[in-house]
């Protein structure tokens, strides 16, 4: 058995701050293994935090993902900004090496040392998303990365995730693909701060644009004071349109910060993270199935027909109180 | 403003439990309305309840869930047993009457008082079918219900919901659309205690079953003392292979009860009930986004750099308990 002594993590956190992917990609590693190290982990790091702009990167597979984030990089980079990338597979029990095949339009900015790129597997982390994305956020974030973007495959829920975890969300469609109607039921309507039309060299570009413009105007986004989201085509694998959408950023970022609506949503995702962590550690301390815990104690009354479901509760609400 | 005192709990208890449709209907709208009257509904319930065999059933759109469950109820019927049927669908935000289209095969069974038949929607509930449909069991098992059967359709994980929720699970399939991989893929194969193979009149209905005894032999249910799931044929719209299937039932409720596996099941089920209302409760103390809560002021220290938010957590927990 390793000795949880062995890391050293005020050492690890300096060298990822000097620059060192290497001790970065330790830390993440500690947040993906949920490691006994992390709370120290995420003490050392508290000061260090909050000065990130978090861009959220969604949309189905083919719409091009992966050229659209290295545009941005590349884009991002001109500007001497660091740059994190944190790819999420919500649907993959892998993580590391697992999405490099994806990767290989980054590959372009492996030798940059300003450029940090990390895939991260979701699936099997307690609360998905919701538990370990933050926590590896907080690390690239202290570590000194001015813009993360976290990109993330649009199945199922995972675009609505996502938006909770970014300041800014992205919804990236391509012609054909990402047609309104399926946008309007995934939700991504709702989430979107900034929508991207992909691969606008090919046919109905323009149709899915004025599409999503169409569904926008329909929605209540359009009263004075609130952010009407642009829609913007790119071709991502010829690097045209990356200074369109990196202007819409900038955009939002001034209009959130005008309007306290970064400050809000930061409060919002801050919540829920505090909460999940909170009400992890009071399910333990009811001591679930095993043992005589309050909880297993109240179960028994109910199997019994002494207890309904809502006494028991309370009761064990009351011995933990 | 309607006042709560309106609603005699004990009163309609007893009308339900003496065979009222329209008693049990109420009751399991006070249900599906989270109404303030629910917690003395549960409490009037509670020694009422834990003698009803539950059913689940669940298979893809098409398989022929309907025609199953109305051959079930014949064949349950004729034993003589009351019958509860609560349909949920998981995908749907209408309730009541919105299923009564796919509902038309039950007709049979409408005039019957033997036979209680109720469609719930679980979408927008809190916590889906793991918050509400339990409640809604014990609303039947009290007024004396002796089987019910737990329709659902098989999208994501309702399948597996599904399977929480009751004491034996039965996973129809229909020949040429539940390849065992999606089977297995959809984590199905688990959870089954019965499968049964509809449409067993068609093409390929042999090389279904024969698929999906050959992925069960693969797991690790083949141990001696394990229930092995038996794989039935049935071609439900000429209520065929309806009693096998009770067969089935019967022996593995027997098997269930020889074995404390019943009984295990049940506390599983109870336990994850109560938890659920405890951490709602508790959640609910922590004050959340609003206002002056101890989960606001720690979450305020985050944003700050000055607490991480597993030292938010320990506080939010320390003042809570």
Same mark, same amino acid.
């Given at each position: 058995?390793?000795?949880?002594?062995?890391?050293?993590?005020?050492?690890?956190?300096?060298?990822? !701050?000097?620059?060192?992917?290497?001790?970065?990609?330790?830390?993440?590693?500690?947040?993906? +293994?949920?490691?006994?190290?992390l709370?120290?982990?995420?003490?050392?790091?508290?000061?260090?935090?909050g000065?990130?702009? %978090?861009?959220?990167?969604?949309?189905?597979?083919?719409?091009?993902?992966?050229?659209?984030?290295?545009?941005?990089?590349?884009?991002?980079r !001109? /500007?001497?900004?660091?740059?994190?990338?944190?790819?999420?597979?919500?649907?993959?029990?892998?993580?590391?090496?697992?999405?490099?095949? $994806?990767?290989?339009?980054?590959?372009?900015?492996?030798?940059?040392?300003?450029?940090?790129?990390?895939?991260?597997?979701?699936?099997?982390?307690?609360?998905?998303?919701a538990?370990? @994305?933050?926590?590896?956020? !907080?690390?690239?974030?202290?570590?000194?990365?001015?813009?993360?973007?976290?990109?993330?495959?649009g199945?199922?829920?995972?675009?609505?995730?996502?938006?909770?975890?970014?300041?800014?969300?992205?919804?990236?469609?391509?012609?054909?693909?990402?047609?309104?109607?399926?946008?309007?039921?995934?939700?991504?309507?709702?989430?979107?701060?900034i929508?991207?039309? +992909?691969?606008?060299?090919?046919?109905?570009?323009?149709? @899915?644009?004025? *599409? %999503?413009?169409?569904?926008?105007?329909?929605? $209540?986004?359009?009263?004075?004071?609130?952010?009407?989201?642009?829609?913007?085509?790119? %071709?991502?694998?010829? +690097?045209?349109?990356?200074?369109?959408?990196? *202007?819409?950023?900038?955009?939002?970022?001034?209009?959130?910060?005008?309007?306290? #609506?970064?400050? /809000?949503?930061?409060?919002?995702?801050?919540?829920? #993270?505090?909460?999940? %962590?909170?009400?992890?550690?009071?399910r333990?301390?009811?001591?679930?199935?095993?043992?005589?815990? =309050?909880?297993?104690?109240? =179960?028994?009354?109910?199997?019994?027909?002494?207890?309904?479901?809502?006494?028991?509760?309370?009761?064990?609400?009351?011995?933990?109180?």
């Amino acid at each position: 058995m390793r000795a949880r002594r062995e890391i050293d993590v005020p050492a690890l956190v300096e060298k990822a !701050r000097a620059g060192s992917p290497r001790a970065l990609g330790r830390l993440i590693t500690l947040v993906e +293994n949920a490691d006994p190290a992390l709370r120290e982990v995420m003490a050392t790091l508290a000061p260090l935090t909050g000065s990130a702009h %978090i861009i959220g990167l969604t949309g189905s597979p083919g719409v091009g993902k992966s050229t659209s984030t290295s545009m941005l990089v590349t884009g991002l980079r !001109r /500007r001497g900004l660091r740059v994190g990338v944190l790819a999420v597979d919500p649907s993959s029990p892998f993580s590391g090496g697992a999405l490099l095949g $994806d990767r290989i339009r980054l590959s372009d900015h492996v030798l940059d040392d300003g450029v940090y790129i990390r895939s991260m597997a979701s699936r099997g982390h307690l609360g998905g998303l919701a538990w370990a @994305t933050p926590q590896a956020l !907080r690390v690239m974030e202290a570590a000194g990365c001015d813009v993360i973007l976290v990109e993330t495959v649009g199945v199922g829920q995972s675009e609505v995730e996502v938006a909770g975890l970014a300041d800014t969300t992205i919804v990236l469609l391509a012609p054909g693909m990402g047609d309104g109607v399926q946008a309007a039921k995934a939700g991504i309507l709702e989430v979107g701060d900034i929508f991207v039309v +992909n691969k606008a060299d090919r046919d109905g570009a323009d149709a @899915t644009a004025r *599409e %999503i413009r169409h569904m926008i105007s329909l929605g $209540d986004r359009t009263e004075p004071g609130l952010w009407r989201p642009p829609v913007i085509k790119t %071709i991502a694998d010829q +690097n045209q349109g990356g200074d369109e959408v990196i *202007e819409a950023i900038d955009k939002h970022w001034v209009w959130m910060s005008e309007r306290g #609506e970064l400050t /809000r949503r930061r409060r919002v995702r801050a919540t829920r #993270e505090v909460e999940a %962590i909170a009400l992890a550690q009071l399910r333990s301390r009811m001591g679930g199935l095993s043992g005589d815990g =309050v909880l297993a104690e109240a =179960v028994g009354e109910v199997l019994e027909g002494r207890l309904d479901p809502y006494a028991a509760a309370d009761r064990v609400v009351e011995v933990l109180t």
